[in-house]
């Protein structure tokens, strides 16, 4: 059996419980080849990231991309690495030991257990689920930190907790939050930290939100992402009342020859030093963390394409990480699950059944 103690009722003495499971997209163990090839074949063979015939897929992959792309990611890997590990997996645990930790401060030490859990790479989801059922949680939350909904992210994240679901034989209650891009609490920590940089620096003359990209096509089947992304830096230029041409929406991180989601963030840089623009504060909305695509993808590349170009000042915007304002956005998208009366049986109904 996969999953020891489910048939244990009253593990450890403790009652049914209520956990939460925190997720991330993931990173590499190492910052070398050997890391890369192992991550960059389960994050680009999952049919959510790239939708290709899987016979023509396996081939481009294994024999072109992983081969190639391995030792070129692995270099820019090494850029942002600490010695905790990558930023990403650092700050996701800060993350989750700080959710703990409040929750633990509001129902009680150990109640609700938060485990975290990364769609590709380690600690992975089945050994965050393992994790959680080993301490008796018959009622799972489950957050992914992705605030725009795509298919890619969210929705191969319900891929993968279905797909452990599937294994176990007593299956608990499960409650899946599907994203929170318009969440009042997420508009808020996202403008709080906007605001703090404006007060040190001053209002910029362009305002940037850079999202991750996907393939327009993605957009053209019915993927929601690039409508939410929209609607997010709507509510943030209302709620910080800047005038509509200060704050621009971009995308990101293309891979590929095919037309992905425009604008795009690096063509958007050097036009607007190229027409005058001298200064730009940049902020990446949809990432939770700081990892790859921020610190290197951004803050160095970017940063160097739009001086190069005539621009003064490039001020990045971290991401949220493990902001007060942040984590308080996380209790408040589980709790409404932890109030309500669980429907769970007892050990003691269990036995009486």
Known sequence: MPFK???DYNHQGKGPRKGVLLTNLGTPDAPNRTALKRYLREFLSDPRVVEVPRLLWWLILNLIIVPIRSGASAKLYQEVWTDQGSPLMEISRRQASALQQRLDNQYGAGEVPV???????????????????????????????????????????????????????????????????QHPAYIQAICQ?????????????????????????????????????????????????????????TFQSRFGREPWL????????????????????LLCPGFSSDCLETLEEIEMQNRELFIGAGGEQFHYIPCLNDAPEHISMMQTLVSPYLEQTSTEHSPAQVAAL
Request: glycine residues 6%; hydrophobic residues 35%.
């Open 193 to 249: 930290t906007i605001s703090a940089h404006i007060d040190r620096h001053g209002v910029p003359e362009r305002l940037i939100l850079s999202y991750h990209g996907t393939p327009e096509r993605y957009l053209k089947k019915g993927d929601p992402y690039y409508c939410f992304c929209q609607q997010t830096s709507r509510l943030v230029c209302e709620q910080l009342k800047l005038a509509e041409d200060c704050l621009l929406t």
């Open 115 to 181: 485990a975290l859990g990364m769609r590709y790479g380690n600690p992975s989801i089945s050994d965050a689920m393992q994790q959680l059922t080993e301490a008796n949680v018959r009622e799972l939350i489950v957050l992914p930190l992705y605030p725009q909904y795509c298919a890619a992210t969210t929705g191969s994240t319900f891929d993968a907790v279905s797909a452990q679901l599937r294994q176990y034989r007593w299956v608990p209650s499960l409650h899946f939050n599907g994203g929170y891009h």
């Open 5 to 7: 103690g489910q048939s």
């Open 262 to 281: 425009q604008p795009y963030t690096d063509h958007t840089l050097e036009a607007l030093a190229k027409s005058g623009i001298r200064q730009v504060a």
